[in-house]
T-cell receptor, first 114, second 116 residues
Framework: DTGVSQDPRHKITKRGQNVTFRCDPI?????LYWYRQTLGQGPEFLTY????????KSRLLSDRFSAERPKGSFSTLEIQRTEQGDSAMYLC????????????FGQGTRLTVV | AQTVTQSQPEMSVQEAETVTLSCTYD???????LFWYKQPPSRQMILVIR??????QNATENRFSVNFQKAAKSFSLKISDSQLGDAAMYFC?????????????FGQGTRLTINP
């Protein structure tokens, strides 16, 4: 296993279009997180899954955003009707169930809305 | 809500010298974890060092050490013998230790430049 994988690495879309990002966590990790990072800022928490259950959502996750983890493995983050303010790096991270261990991050998907 | 503040947007240090990055946080909880993450350009974020709040002893990982002052809510990172590969954005992060609370709260980051 090579770590957390995110696809695509870069996405340019026109305002109003829908986009979907994928995250494949480390295989034995049952916890999965999405964060958003804008230029020059630290990552901000969006949502968290334990297996397939979405246990926490940030108020940053407006109704245009939806995240799923249908089989408790990979996850998708969809943004509908994209706005220029959605331009950011979207980071995925995963961690094991047992113990309070570190979260391992993917390289992120950089979204540019034009 | 917990907050994390990094007051140094940018720092620079000569190669082989020592640099300290500052971090303060605000919380009403007594049990939590603090982290320093490193984000090199165009690469993923990796954990540098972790501190459990219930431990009085400061964490150390090779050239990286922290100064954890719980009462002052301060958590600084010291990098000794700086190397060119240390150049990156450094983020301080907080996580509650309460059951179910898994999200990280990050500071704004400090960009560290290493001068050869």
């Amino acid at each position: 296993d090579t770590g957390v994988s995110q696809d695509p690495r870069h996405k340019i879309t026109k305002r109003g279009q829908n986009v979907t990002f994928r995250c494949d966590p480390i295989s034995e990790h049952n916890r999965l997180y999405w964060y958003r990072q804008t230029l020059g800022q630290g990552p901000e928490f969006l949502t968290y899954f334990q297996n397939e259950a979405q246990l926490e959502k940030s108020r940053l996750l407006s109704d245009r955003f939806s995240a799923e983890r249908p089989k408790g493995s990979f996850s998708t983050l969809e943004i509908q009707r994209t706005e220029q303010g959605d331009s950011a790096m979207y980071l995925c991270a995963s961690s094991p169930r047992v113990g309070n261990t570190e979260a391992f991050f993917g390289q992120g998907t950089r979204l540019t809305v034009v | 809500a917990q907050t994390v503040t990094q007051s140094q947007p940018e720092m620079s240090v000569q190669e082989a010298e020592t640099v300290t990055l500052s971090c303060t946080y605000d919380t009403s909880e007594s049990d939590y974890y603090l982290f320093w993450y490193k984000q090199p350009p165009s690469r993923q974020m990796i954990l540098v060092i972790r501190q459990e709040a219930y431990k009085q002893q400061n964490a150390t990982e090779n050239r990286f050490s922290v100064n954890f002052q719980k009462a002052a809510k301060s958590f600084s990172l010291k990098i000794s013998d700086s190397q060119l590969g240390d150049a990156a954005m450094y983020f301080c992060a907080y996580r509650s230790a309460s059951s179910g609370a898994q999200k990280l709260v990050f500071g704004q980051g400090t960009r560290l430049t290493i001068n050869p």
